[in-house]
Nanobody
Framework: QVQLMESGGGLVQAGGSLRLSCAAS????????MGWYRQTPGKQRELVAT???????NYADSVKGRFTISRDNAKSAVYLQMDSLKPEDTAVYYC??????????????WGQGTQVTVSS
């Protein structure tokens, strides 16, 4: 079994910054893609950013130039640096990881979510 533990959410004023962290633990052979998603009440969960095992990144248009995703493979961790935050960034943020548990098989795991609130 694998657990993803997020931290770093909170309340911040518009224009401020937050850094989210997520660490995976458990039966991990290696990790393929990792990512951050967010969800607000009544809306579908949406992609924020993803990063491959060799560091290639992808961002939602709404966060390009403001958010930076990174990872530390030695720690099985992924991070999201969020700068120039806007009220519309308010959401529950979830980390996700495609975890390999042997040479051939993998599955996606999700964290429990962390609340980010940006006040205007």
């Amino acid at each position: 079994q694998v657990q993803l533990m997020e931290s770093g959410g909170g309340l911040v004023q518009a224009g401020g910054s937050l850094r989210l962290s997520c660490a995976a633990s458990g039966s991990i052979f290696s990790i393929n893609n990792m990512g951050w998603y967010r969800q607000t009440p009544g809306k579908q969960r949406e992609l924020v950013a993803t990063i491959t095992d060799n560091g290639r990144t992808n961002y939602a248009d709404s966060v390009k130039g403001r958010f930076t995703i990174s990872r530390d493979n030695a720690k099985s961790a992924v991070y999201l640096q969020m700068d120039s935050l806007k009220p519309e960034d308010t959401a529950v943020y979830y980390c996700a990881a495609d975890v390999k548990y042997n040479h051939y098989d993998s599955r996606w795991y999700w964290g429990q979510g962390t609340q980010v609130t940006v006040s205007s």
